[in-house]
């Protein structure tokens, strides 16, 4: 269970420390004091899935794209679905939660679940369990993000993180309550209703840039979903940008690479050509949720533009 002692330890021996002005957790009051933070972060691997290389590629040929990824007899690539876990100020905040486990053998059919990992076991491996978790930040409500959110217990459907605060914006909660037709088979009720229901969720109120809470700034994107929140986390004197589902592989960074998911794929291109431009002039890091084997990316500022530069993890920070 969550130790307060460990995690000021943890903190003391492996986290910078920053002054930042401190945003309310509501996301809709600035508070005009400053505040010294910690900040540490865990890799959590929630699992990998397959979904269609073309799909997935968008206009990039498939002679390309299976060279970094290589498709299987029906065409599907295999995925991760990786989370990220944020200790600060005695909060532990996880980012997105995987596919969950609470389908019919009929939806998992579609999504082939193959690998060691869990999310459950992710966080124990870490030293936590699932009610250790003060607060869900979920970057958009698509089901292989926000699917783990929710469990079923008999009949019923409740927050899988009993104690936590589950974090959305009104913009992109009304889009995913009201599906388009496109997109609605990535909406499903059963992942997001009872967050709800339950009164345990909350709607963040800021604009892109702004501070959530310190050392974490919130980016939006709207080419791939409706108000899709990135986190922008400074750790250790780095900027780490959670890339969801604008950047899902380090393959994507480059601009044509494009998934055919993405609602409107024009804005895609530019909120990652705004995006890239911006991390590369200022030595971001990339954290990649759906990369199959690469976690985090520098970039290179190239004449033939903006590439991936060297690989690392979370770890080596």
Known sequence: MFNKK??????????????????????????STFKRYSMNLHTIESGNFKLDGGAMHGVVPKSMWQKINPADE??????????????????????????????????????????????????????????????????????????????????????????????????????AVNPNEREKASFLKENIMPLQESGQLNFIDLKDGEEWLPGFKIRYAFGHTEAMMLPQLTFKDKTILYAADLLPSKAHISLPWVMSYDMRPLDTLNEKRRLLQEAAENDWLIYFEHDNSVELSSLALTDRGIKAGDVLKITDL
């Not at 000021?8 to 957790?25: K, L």
């Not at 995925?79 to 389908?103: F, P, S």
């Open 6 to 31: 460990r995690l000021v330890s943890g903190f003391q021996e492996q986290a910078s420390f920053h002054f930042q002005e401190y945003s309310d957790i509501a996301g809709s009051k600035s508070i």
């Open 74 to 175: 029906n065409n599907m690539c295999s995925w991760a679905m990786r989370c990220l876990l944020v200790e600060t100020d005695g909060r532990l905040i996880l980012i997105d939660t995987g596919i969950g486990n609470k389908q019919d053998e009929k939806f998992f059919g579609h999504y082939f679940l193959h690998g060691p990992h869990s999310l459950e076991g992710s966080l124990r491996q870490h030293g936590f369990g699932m009610d250790d978790i003060t607060d869900v930040f979920l970057t958009h409500l698509h089901f292989d993000h926000v699917g783990g959110a929710v469990k079923r217990d008999g009949e019923r459907l409740l927050p899988a993180f009993k104690n936590a605060k589950y974090w959305s914006n009104k913009d992109h909660w009304d889009w």
